[in-house]
């Protein structure tokens, strides 16, 4: 099991040779084409290494990190020096003083879990500060706990595509719904029902309008809006601007089940600031014309009706605002709690959204509690090793940056997702020393002090499961070891040895054991279960390879609180939907306010920088990889061109900078600059340019933090900025650039050679 899905793979020579997707897999993914020839791919970490100034001087801020040598070293040295690193750190600075980073997406796996074992370590060391909250979520995840009392409920309890497909007239999908994104599920999975739903929804007759700046992020037919990227809120009060003046609002609803309509109302036409957000007003900042917005709302009262926002519209300043104007438009329609009706967020974000929940906890690892309480939003990494001691805004709350002395990293690659790389790598020079595992040289590694080879997931057994995937699957070790790479567990055993608390760390258990207790424990909680499917004794299940659990059929979002609002309220303060928070309003912030309202985007095609900079870029997930992972494998690498990662450009654009496909082009602004191989196709959106995230960041110059990516890394150009004081979420998505050609000579790619 991979995040992508699940197979069975063919070794050979230690490698992976050939792989097979899952038989009950409909709609397996090409992400799959990666996996072989991975594990020996020179990109690997072939043993313990520690940089050769780190060595040589010891501990301390260093702006070579990312272009130094490193020495090899061997696995007790390694543990010795890390051992007696982290207990100089801890006795000098204290624990908060670490910061145990380590956002990322590591493995599928319940007990090799990167972050489950780096946390559980850390925590056991005496604690660490930590990071909340995620770079996919980060705006949500702050405003919709306030909106609706939960945001991941939103896709865990999400109405199931069986009902959409059955009930759905019109679903309006902002951000579209990309069957290439769900592909990927935290966890793994073993279905791919999306595209069969969505083509079941038509066969009935039901209508989809995707609003996207992309017509491929919708499969099959559909009605494509293209506005102005980033004016979503916009279009969504133009919509709700006609339900309110034609009298289409459901107000029995707006009473019953939400508060604060009144107010929101009163800004929706204008009655303070004298600014209706009418259809005309939305056109203007949109580009859709005002016909389409009156057409679109009445069509959306006149059935039964879906309003979707994928989760990037969330992933850019304001992205508060996205979400918690589409529940408020779907609130208006009063639908919410209806079989096919009301709010969806994520479906084409992930494969969760739209899949049935398992009612029973999973079997997981006890990561323990942290003592620490500093913490930091995740998107603020780099403002946490540059401002030490200074205060920050979170979510109504004040809170100081603690002073970092070492950064631990385990499963993540900031490199991939952090923006503006030229201030991450300043920031990165800061701290006294950086440790991470990984099983590849990737860019995060090569800027570390204390590199420590990790196995990948082909190379041991784990459990795999989610919370939305009917199977608990034995992942089965495919390969042996790679070289010297070791399990994340048995380098933190030792570790956790060596420091004095390896008993308690370890509960005297090999990997295997804790597979096994892991398991047992979750079988015996099942067993109570009166209505479970099977749950065979372990050796039983490893050699049958998964177990299928039952699950939740049939759900729809909110039904339980639309049933019965008393007994079921939403864990908001009012118990409704919130479309005004009070709790919010009194934060005062300037940049998120009581109700969801328009803000002007500071990276938008409608704004004054676009006159320097005319092209708005989307940096969105990328299809033939997740992430950065196994950006080396032949499905990513296919995708190139002449090395360089694809950038999709409009023809009219195309033409204008008197570009062909296939060039390679400079993209830029005045952050930094990446080259990227051009590919010229009239499904973008004129004015909007695409170029994934995930090909590893290549500097041309490695000792030059401000040195051109020459492999096409987008975060290069993104601003390091978060979506309000309220969240501080990841703001990736929206970037605004230039593109020219690129004449020089083509620097070769070296992001996959490991370094000297
Ligand atoms: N511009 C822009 N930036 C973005 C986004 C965007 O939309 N635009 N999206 C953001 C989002 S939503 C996300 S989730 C992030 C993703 O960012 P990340 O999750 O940090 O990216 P990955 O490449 O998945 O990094 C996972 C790393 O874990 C390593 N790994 C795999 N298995 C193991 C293991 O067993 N042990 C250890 N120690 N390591 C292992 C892999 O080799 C890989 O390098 O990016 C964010 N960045
Ligand atoms: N293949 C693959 N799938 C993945 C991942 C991966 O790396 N690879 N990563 C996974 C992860 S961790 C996450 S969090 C999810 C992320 O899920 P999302 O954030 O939803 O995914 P993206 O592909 O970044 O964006 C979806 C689409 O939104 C559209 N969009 C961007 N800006 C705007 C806008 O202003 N308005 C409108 N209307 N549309 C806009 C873009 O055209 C884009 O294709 O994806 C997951 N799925
Ligand atoms: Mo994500």
Same mark, same amino acid.
Request: one cysteine or more; hydrophobic letters at 40%.
């Given at each position: 099991?991979?995040?992508?899905?699940?197979?069975?793979?063919?070794?050979?020579?230690?490698?992976?040779?050939?792989?097979?997707?899952? %038989?009950?897999?409909?709609?397996?993914?090409?992400?799959?084409?990666?996996?072989?020839?991975?594990?020996?791919?020179?990109?690997?970490?072939?043993?313990?290494?520690?940089?050769?100034?780190?060595?040589?001087?010891?501990?301390?801020?260093?702006? @070579?990190?990312?272009? *130094?040598?490193?020495?090899?070293?061997?696995?007790d040295?390694?543990?010795e020096?890390?051992?007696?690193e982290?207990?100089?750190?801890? *006795?000098?600075?204290?624990?908060? %003083?670490?910061?145990?980073?380590?956002?990322?997406?590591?493995?599928?796996?319940?007990?090799?879990?990167a972050?489950?074992?780096?946390?559980?370590?850390?925590?056991?060391?005496?604690?660490?500060?930590?990071?909340?909250?995620? #770079?996919?979520?980060?705006?949500?995840?702050?405003?919709?706990?306030?909106?609706?009392?939960?945001?991941?409920?939103?896709?865990?309890?999400?109405?199931?595509?069986?009902?959409?497909?059955?009930?759905?007239?019109?679903?309006?999908?902002?951000?579209?719904?990309?069957?290439?994104?769900?592909?990927?599920?935290?966890?793994?999975?073993?279905?791919?029902?999306?595209?069969?739903?969505?083509?079941?929804?038509?066969?009935?007759?039901?209508?989809?309008?995707?609003?996207?700046?992309?017509?491929?992020?919708?499969?099959?037919?559909?009605?494509?809006?293209?506005?102005?990227?980033?004016?979503?809120?916009?279009?969504?009060?133009?919509?709700?601007?006609v339900?309110?003046?034609?009298?289409?609002?459901?107000?029995?609803?707006?009473?019953?089940?939400?508060?604060?309509?009144?107010?929101?109302?009163?800004?929706?036409?204008?009655?303070?600031?004298?600014?209706?957000?009418?259809?005309?007003?939305?056109?203007?900042?949109?580009?859709?014309?005002?016909?389409?917005?009156?057409a679109?709302?009445?069509?959306?009262?006149?059935?039964?009706?879906?309003?979707?926002?994928?989760?990037?519209?969330?992933?850019?300043?304001?992205?508060?605002?996205?979400?918690?104007?589409?529940?408020?438009?779907?609130?208006?329609?009063?639908?919410?709690?209806?079989?096919?009706?009301?709010?969806?967020?994520?479906?084409?974000?992930?494969?969760?959204?739209?899949?049935?929940?398992?009612?029973?906890p999973?079997?997981?690892?006890?990561?323990g509690?942290?003592?620490?309480?500093?913490?930091?939003?995740?998107?603020?990494?780099?403002?946490?090793?540059?401002?030490?001691? +200074?205060? =920050? &805004?979170?979510?109504?709350?004040?809170?100081?940056?603690?002073?970092?002395?070492?950064?631990?990293?385990?499963?993540?690659?900031?490199?991939?997702?952090?923006?503006?790389?030229?201030?991450?790598?300043?920031?990165?020079?800061?701290?006294?020393?950086?440790? @991470?595992?990984?099983?590849?040289?990737?860019?995060?590694?090569?800027?570390?002090?204390?590199?420590?080879?990790?196995?990948?997931?082909?190379?041991?057994?784990?459990?795999?499961?989610?919370r939305? *995937?009917?199977?608990?699957?034995?992942?089965?070790?495919?390969?042996?070891?790679?070289?010297?790479?070791? /399990? /994340?567990?048995?380098?933190?055993?030792?570790?956790?040895?060596?420091?004095?608390?390896?008993?308690r =760390?370890?509960?005297?258990?090999?990997?295997?054991?804790?597979?096994?207790?892991?398991?047992?424990?979750?079988?015996?909680f099942?067993?109570?279960?009166?209505?479970?499917?099977?749950?065979?004794?372990?050796?039983? =299940?490893?050699?049958?390879?998964?177990?299928?659990?039952?699950?939740?059929?049939?759900?729809?979002?909110?039904?339980?609180?639309?049933?019965?609002?008393?007994?079921?309220?939403?864990?908001?303060?009012?118990?409704?939907?919130?479309?005004?928070?009070? &709790?919010?309003?009194?934060?005062?912030?300037?940049?998120?306010?009581?109700?969801?309202?328009?803000?002007?985007? /500071?990276?938008?095609?409608?704004?004054?920088?676009?006159?320097?900079?005319?092209?708005?870029?989307?940096?969105?997930?990328?299809?033939?990889?997740l992430?950065?992972?196994?950006?080396?494998?032949?499905?990513?690498?296919?995708?190139?061109?002449?090395?360089? +990662?694809?950038?999709?450009?409009?023809? /009219?654009?195309?033409?204008?900078?008197?570009?062909? %496909?296939?060039?390679v @082009?400079? @993209?830029?602004? &005045?952050?930094?600059?990446?080259?990227?191989?051009?590919?010229?196709?009239a499904?973008?959106?004129?004015?909007?340019?695409?170029?994934?995230?995930?090909?590893? #960041?290549?500097?041309? &110059?490695?000792?030059?933090?401000?040195?051109? !990516?020459?492999?096409?890394?987008?975060?290069?150009?993104?601003?390091?900025?978060g979506?309000?004081?309220?969240?501080?979420? !990841?703001?990736g998505?929206?970037?605004?650039?230039?593109?020219?050609?690129?004449?020089?000579?083509?620097?070769?790619?070296?992001?996959? *050679?490991?370094?000297?």
């Open positions: 099991m991979a995040h992508w899905g699940m197979f069975e793979v063919e070794s050979a020579d230690g490698d992976v040779s050939a792989v097979q997707p899952y %038989a009950g897999d409909a709609d397996p993914s090409p992400i799959l084409g990666n996996l072989p020839g991975s594990v020996r791919h020179r990109a690997r970490i072939t043993g313990p290494a520690v940089r050769r100034g780190w060595l040589e001087s010891g501990p301390g801020p260093s702006d @070579v990190r990312g272009a *130094d040598e490193f020495v090899a070293v061997s696995w040295e390694l543990t020096l890390l051992a007696r982290l207990r100089r750190v801890v *006795d000098q600075h204290g624990n908060r %003083a670490i910061f145990g980073g380590s956002y990322g997406w590591a493995s599928a796996g319940r007990f090799h879990h972050q489950s074992q780096v946390h559980r370590f850390l925590n056991m060391l005496g604690g660490y500060t930590r990071s909340v909250h995620t #770079y996919s979520l980060g705006a949500t995840g702050v405003i919709m706990p306030r909106v609706v009392g939960t945001h991941w409920k939103l896709f865990a309890r999400s109405t199931n595509w069986d009902v959409i497909s059955d009930h759905t007239d019109l679903m309006v999908c902002f951000g579209g719904v990309p069957l290439k994104n769900t592909a990927v599920n935290g966890g793994g999975t073993s279905e791919h029902p999306t595209r069969s739903a969505l083509d079941r929804l038509r066969e009935r007759g039901g209508e989809v309008v995707s609003i996207s700046p992309l017509r491929d992020d919708l499969h099959g037919r559909c009605e494509w809006i293209a506005p102005i990227p980033g004016s979503d809120v916009a279009i969504m009060l133009g919509l709700a601007h339900l309110a003046s034609e009298g289409l609002h459901d107000k029995d609803f707006l009473d019953l089940y939400c508060v604060g309509y009144d107010r929101f109302e009163r800004y929706l036409l204008g009655i303070d600031d004298g600014v209706p957000k009418s259809p005309e007003w939305a056109a203007a900042l949109s580009g859709m014309s005002a016909e389409q917005i009156v679109l709302a009445r069509r959306m009262a006149a059935g039964r009706t879906m309003v979707t926002v994928t989760w990037s519209l969330q992933r850019v300043r304001h992205g508060e605002q996205a979400p918690w104007m589409g529940v408020t438009l779907a609130a208006m329609l009063g639908q919410i709690g209806l079989p096919g009706g009301g709010f969806g967020h994520g479906y084409g974000s992930m494969n969760e959204p739209g899949l049935a929940p398992v009612p029973y999973l079997p997981t690892l006890f990561q509690a942290d003592p620490v309480s500093d913490f930091i939003p995740v998107a603020a990494i780099a403002d946490l090793l540059l401002h030490p001691g +200074e205060e =920050f &805004d979170f979510d109504g709350r004040r809170l100081t940056y603690p002073d970092t002395r070492l950064v631990y990293w385990a499963g993540g690659n900031p490199f991939h997702h952090h923006q503006d790389l030229a201030r991450l790598r300043r920031a990165l020079s800061r701290p006294d020393t950086i440790v @991470v595992h990984e099983p590849y040289w990737t860019p995060m590694a090569r800027h570390a002090d204390i590199v420590v080879p990790s196995t990948t997931s082909l190379e041991r057994n784990d459990l795999a499961c989610t939305n *995937d009917p199977l608990l699957v034995a992942m089965q070790q495919a390969v042996p070891r790679y070289a010297g790479a070791r /399990d /994340d567990y048995d380098t933190f055993s030792a570790l956790a040895h060596r420091l004095g608390f390896g008993e =760390f370890t509960e005297g258990r090999t990997a295997q054991q804790w597979i096994e207790h892991l398991y047992e424990q979750w079988r015996a099942v067993l109570t279960d009166p209505a479970h499917l099977e749950a065979p004794a372990f050796d039983e =299940f490893w050699r049958r390879g998964h177990v299928r659990m039952r699950t939740e059929d049939g759900l729809s979002l909110f039904s339980d609180f639309r049933d019965d609002p008393r007994k079921n309220p939403l864990t908001t303060p009012s118990g409704r939907i919130e479309i005004f928070s009070a &709790d919010i309003d009194g934060f005062g912030y300037d940049d998120c306010a009581g109700h969801p309202r328009w803000f002007e985007p /500071d990276e938008w095609l409608g704004g004054e920088r676009a006159q320097q900079f005319p092209l708005h870029l989307i940096a969105n997930q990328p299809r033939t990889r992430h950065g992972q196994l950006d080396h494998g032949a499905t990513s690498q296919a995708s190139k061109i002449r090395g360089r +990662e694809p950038i999709r450009l409009h023809p /009219d654009d195309a033409a204008e900078r008197g570009l062909a %496909a296939g060039d @082009v400079r @993209v830029f602004n &005045d952050r930094g600059a990446c080259l990227a191989g051009v590919v010229i196709d499904d973008v959106r004129g004015g909007v340019v695409q170029l994934s995230t995930g090909a590893w #960041y290549d500097p041309l &110059d490695p000792a030059d933090p401000d040195s051109m !990516c020459v492999h096409g890394n987008p975060n290069v150009l993104t601003a390091d900025v979506a309000s004081r309220l969240s501080h979420g !990841c703001t998505q929206h970037v605004l650039v230039q593109v020219e050609r690129f004449d020089g000579d083509l620097p070769p790619i070296k992001a996959f *050679d490991p370094p000297l």
